[in-house]
């Protein structure tokens, strides 16, 4: 569904010029639920509907960076088996790594999206082209949004939303 301030051929206007799909990951590409072993260890689910969307973005030419505030070895090789590129974890001040990514692809803000889930992601949310959430967001980050997901971070969120730039670029994936 779509910010009530933006029609839906407004949020594909928008979702037509995407050219990088930046994402964060517990809440987003997680059920934002952390399971910890008696050794510390985190173990963390992740829809492989969403890798498929991914997969379909970098396929069709459009990146994908994951900046998230939290380290993970094994979200580390998740991604990376994907064929992401771009990945930043520990990072907590999201601004300067998204900067530092669309400089060395040569993009604009208005060809960025991201897709969060909490107040972290709002400078980014408020500086892309398109700002997409998750339906179970934090109101804040669902009121900074363009369009919000009617799927729960972990739950396919990323897959719609992936469906949804695609398909405003004219791409059946």
Same mark, same amino acid.
């Given at each position: 569904?779509?910010?009530?301030?933006?029609?839906?051929?407004?949020?594909?206007?928008?979702?037509?010029?995407?050219?990088?799909?930046?994402?964060?990951?517990? *809440?987003?590409?997680?059920?934002? +639920?952390?399971?910890?072993?008696?050794?510390?260890?985190?173990?963390?689910?992740?829809?492989? +509907?969403?890798?498929?969307?991914?997969?379909?973005?970098?396929?069709?030419?459009?990146?994908?960076?994951?900046?998230? *505030?939290?380290?993970?070895?094994?979200?580390?090789?998740?991604?990376?088996?994907?064929?992401?590129?771009?990945?930043?974890?520990?990072?907590?001040? +999201?601004?300067?790594?998204?900067?530092?990514?669309?400089?060395?692809?040569?993009?604009?803000?208005?060809?960025?999206?991201?897709? *969060?889930?909490?107040?972290?992601?709002?400078?980014?949310?408020?500086?892309?082209?398109?700002?997409?959430?998750?339906?179970?967001?934090?109101? +804040?980050?669902?009121?900074?949004?363009?369009?919000?997901?009617?799927?729960?971070?972990?739950?396919?969120?990323?897959?719609?939303?992936?469906?949804?730039?695609?398909?405003?670029?004219?791409?059946?994936?």
């Amino acid at each position: 569904m779509q910010n009530p301030g933006l029609s839906l051929d407004q949020v594909r206007e928008r979702a037509a010029r995407i050219r990088c799909v930046f994402l964060d990951i517990d *809440g987003v590409m997680t059920d934002c +639920k952390l399971y910890l072993g008696p050794d510390g260890m985190e173990i963390k689910a992740v829809n492989v +509907k969403d890798g498929l969307g991914i997969k379909n973005l970098l396929r069709n030419g459009i990146e994908v960076a994951v900046i998230s *505030g939290r380290p993970s070895e094994a979200m580390q090789r998740r991604l990376e088996h994907l064929g992401l590129r771009h990945i930043r974890l520990a990072t907590e001040d +999201k601004l300067p790594a998204y900067r530092e990514i669309i400089a060395s692809l040569g993009l604009t803000d208005e060809q960025c999206a991201h897709m *969060g889930d909490d107040t972290p992601d709002l400078p980014l949310m408020r500086r892309v082209g398109l700002a997409l959430c998750v339906a179970d967001g934090h109101p +804040k980050a669902i009121a900074a949004s363009h369009w919000v997901s009617r799927y729960r971070g972990g739950d396919g969120a990323i897959r719609e939303a992936a469906d949804l730039i695609l398909e405003a670029q004219g791409i059946d994936a």
